[in-house]
């Protein structure tokens, strides 16, 4: 059964110090693994897609990697504007269901 | 563009009550989704369409009914609205269509949202 475990559930950061949040994954072939970012009373709004192990992206100060087993998004430098829900999501082969993970809350102290 | 919109944002039942959930989109995407999101309990899918007339289940599905009839439309029903319902709804789409002769799957677009109580 495909899985999305995300870790920590809850983070807090004080501005300028950077971390990193974890995705781990079980599926039986990997068609794409999603990062999301999901404000208080929005909808989730797209960050990354990754495709397979070892691609990475970058988008100002986040920047997603990937391996065979877990993705994990660094945020370098955060700033209180960054302080959000980070939505980790995959997409496995011989499917079109979307399995989301519980998400990371993330908060920025200034 | 608008992307993707849905009506109402707010909602309130009586147990026992239907309705129906409106989602539309206008980036002619195949790809269409709804969701549910408790605490603690991350997106859940219900249902999903990857095209006009094609509809499947997803993980909790019980208690609704979708339908597509159209590219741009994808309507969640309550037929009997239960307390176990309360949430927020999500709809979602995405392009199936590859890029550059490649068959890629492509980020979903979310609504605002609907957040519905039933008593």
């Known amino acids: 059964e495909d899985q999305v475990t995300q870790s920590p559930e809850a983070l807090r950061l004080q501005e300028g110090e950077s971390s990193s949040l974890n995705c781990s994954y079980t599926v039986s072939g990997l068609r794409g693994l999603f990062w999301y970012r999901q404000d208080p009373g929005k909808g989730p709004e797209f960050l990354f897609t990754l495709y397979s192990a070892g691609e990475e992206k970058e988008k100002e100060r986040l920047k997603a990697t990937l391996t065979k087993k877990e993705s994990f998004l660094h945020i370098t430098a955060p700033k209180p504007e960054d302080s959000a829900t980070y939505l980790c999501a995959v997409l496995s082969s011989g499917t079109y269901k979307y399995i989301f993970g519980t998400g990371t809350r993330l908060k920025v102290l200034a | 563009n608008a992307g993707v919109t849905q009506t109402p944002k707010f909602q309130v039942l009586k147990t026992g009550q239907s309705m129906t959930l409106q989602c539309a989109q206008d980036m002619n995407h195949e790809y269409m989704s709804w969701y549910r999101q408790d605490p603690g309990m991350g997106l859940r899918l219900i249902h999903y369409s990857v095209g006009a007339g094609i509809t499947d289940q997803g993980e909790v599905p019980n208690g609704y009914n979708v339908s597509r009839s159209t590219t741009e439309d994808f309507p969640l029903r309550l037929l009997s609205a239960a307390p176990s319902q309360t949430s927020v709804y999500f709809c979602?789409?995405?392009?199936?269509?590859?890029?550059?002769?490649?068959?890629?799957?492509?980020?979903?677009?979310f609504g605002p949202g609907t957040r519905l109580t039933v008593l």
């Open positions: 979602a789409s995405s392009s199936l269509e590859g890029r550059g002769g490649s068959r890629f799957y492509n980020e979903q677009f």
